[in-house]
């Protein structure tokens, strides 16, 4: 059985979360540019209102806000994240992720429901990506009954959360289970969708990094399977 759910996940009780996202608001919104807000809403083709907040003066902010915080546990990761989506910035959401980013080792597998409503919810590749290669990858590697998950994902009817099941091993380098890269690829392989055909190209160009032969070989035999796009991305940095 998945651990996957369908259902939007409850917001626990948080003290940790509480003081937070008081601290959070009031920082952020006091360093809002609107010019810049207005034009990073546009680059991200208007998916999200945005504060205006640079990236380097966010993460300058954030730790601002975290500063002597106490190291949260599942329940204030849970809080935390949810919270901060249920807010329209965008700025907010990446805040969630980089903390989740920084803190995914004290969740367990019954995070990953979590993180599929953060993937499936005003999802665009600026969160959804972070989120597969730095949240849920890191949960499927320290509990490998979530590989049960990941490939019910990557045919569901919702691209982001098939793009999150090809890009979750992206890290994993000598660690990649290469015939589930190489059959979620497959699977795939006819997806109209740009950013499912870029993924699956992603993936095996960043396994090639580990292992160029066995992606050259994967594609010597399936390449009539995959668009021109995704063998370009694919053999960028090995050829053939």
Not at 103 to 124: A, D, K, Q
Not at 130 to 141: E, F, I, K, R, Y
Not at 142 to 170: F, G, N, S
Not at 174 to 187: G, I, P, V, Y
Request: aromatic share 10%; net charge neutral.
């Amino acid at each position: 059985m998945t651990v996957t759910g369908t259902a939007p996940p409850d917001v626990p009780r948080s003290a940790l979360a509480d003081t937070v996202l008081d601290r959070l608001t009031t920082a952020y919104a006091a360093s809002a540019d609107p010019t810049r807000a207005a034009d990073m809403r546009a680059y991200m083709k208007d998916v999200t209102p945005f504060l205006g907040i640079p990236t380097p003066a966010r993460r300058a902010l954030s730790r601002a806000v975290l500063a002597g915080a106490a190291r949260p546990d599942e329940a204030d990761c849970t809080a935390i994240a949810l919270r901060c989506w249920k807010l329209p910035e965008r700025e907010y959401h990446y805040f969630a992720v980089d903390f989740l980013r920084r803190h995914v080792s004290r969740c367990s597998s019954g995070f990953l429901p979590v993180t599929r409503y953060l993937v499936t919810t005003v999802p665009w590749w600026d969160t959804v990506d972070l989120l597969a290669a730095h949240v849920v990858g890191p949960l499927v590697a320290a509990d490998p009954e979530l590989v049960a998950d990941m490939d019910a994902w990557i045919t569901d009817d919702d691209l982001w959360v098939a793009r999150t099941a090809l890009l979750h091993q992206l890290r994993y380098q000598e660690r990649t289970d290469t015939d589930r890269l190489f059959a979620h690829s497959l699977l795939q392989s006819g997806h109209p969708d740009f950013f499912i055909r870029k993924a699956i190209g992603w993936a095996l160009r960043e396994y090639a990094k580990t292992d160029p032969a066995a992606v050259r070989d994967f594609l010597a035999r399936e390449r009539g399977r995959f668009a021109p796009l995704t063998v370009r991305e694919a053999l960028k940095n090995i050829g053939g």
